[in-house]
């Protein structure tokens, strides 16, 4: 993927531990999980991102503000037993210019 200026670089921990630095595009409407998709990394994201499958899941390391989890997020991830009050699905964060320098560790499959 070819590299802008305006492109904001997001972190990313897979799950062995490998970090990913991402540059990313906020003017296209990407998601967190889209990004990842698109670098490839071992997210599965079964559901396409309709907050379905949880396969998303991740954690947030960074202190980045991000915007507040759907109801269907919050009920989605409350369901999981890997979940912490650092969980997010990727595919409901909408990528955005304050979100430079956010970096996440997607979550382990159980
Ligand atoms: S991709 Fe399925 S919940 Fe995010």
Redesign the pocket.
């Known amino acids: 993927m070819e590299i802008n200026e305006e492109d904001i670089i997001i972190t990313v921990t897979d799950q062995n531990g490998n970090v990913h630095k991402l540059a990313s595009p906020t003017d296209m409407g990407l998601s967190l ?1 889209d990004i990842c998709k698109i670098y490839e990394l071992p997210m599965e ?12 899941h991740c954690y947030i390391l960074s202190d980045t503000v991000l915007p507040e989890k759907s109801d269907l997020e919050e009920a ?1 991830l409350s369901e999981l037993f890997n979940s912490n009050v650092s969980s997010r ?4 964060i909408q990528l955005t210019k304050i979100m430079n320098g956010l970096s996440i560790e997607i979550a382990r499959e159980l």
């Open positions: 999980k994201a079964v559901c396409g991102g309709m907050a379905m499958c949880a396969t998303c989605l699905l990727a595919c409901q």
